[in-house]
DNA sequence: GCCAACGTTGGC
DNA sequence: GCCAACGTTGGC
């Protein structure tokens, strides 16, 4: 049996909408409205429970890493789409054969120190410890990223996770 | 609030 | 199947 071999995310979340510590205080959340096809096929296709996740505040001042979650779901349709009333409905998801797909995550911790989108770029220039992390890039506005091993052990020693990487 | 980057849509 | 127009993301 094929081994898995991607276990490492980055979600970005704006932090007016859902932010780490909303996730601190239900312990547990939905990752709904996710509506770009890219975004989707990471959760639908390569997501598995068990996988830690960077979580990204986007639209934030500063953006940046502010805390660790962990996928405790499969991938299941975004009902949220189905519903009218809701901003993420979507009229071209049916429920027999859904457009759009979501995980569960929960709580794991929040970085004592908030990693920034500045010293994550700093990092990630040629020969840096980041090079090539896809948050760094110039104009990557992907909201679920793959992140590589190493990269993620990164980020958590320059947040002061008590996170360990195994 | 601006706007660069880039994904999606739809006319052809 | 091309590509211009449009909408959204998200840093600044």
Known sequence: MARR???YWLMKSEPD???IDDLARDKRGEWEGVRNYQARNFMRDEMAIGDLVL???SNAKPPGVAGVARVVTEAYP????F?????YYDPKSDPEAPRWWMV???FVEKL???VTLDALKAEAQPEGPLEGMLVARRGQRLSIQPVDKAHFARVLRLGGAK???R
């Not at 519903?83 to 901003?87: I, K, L, Q, T, V």
């Open 5 to 7: 071999k991607r276990r």
């Open 17 to 19: 909408v859902y932010s």
């Open 55 to 57: 979580f990204y505040h």
């Open 78 to 81: 975004d009902h949220h789409a």
């Open 83 to 87: 519903d009218e009333a809701s901003n």
């Open 104 to 106: 569960d995550v929960e």
């Open 112 to 114: 004592p120190e908030l």
């Open 163 to 165: 996170t360990r990487v």
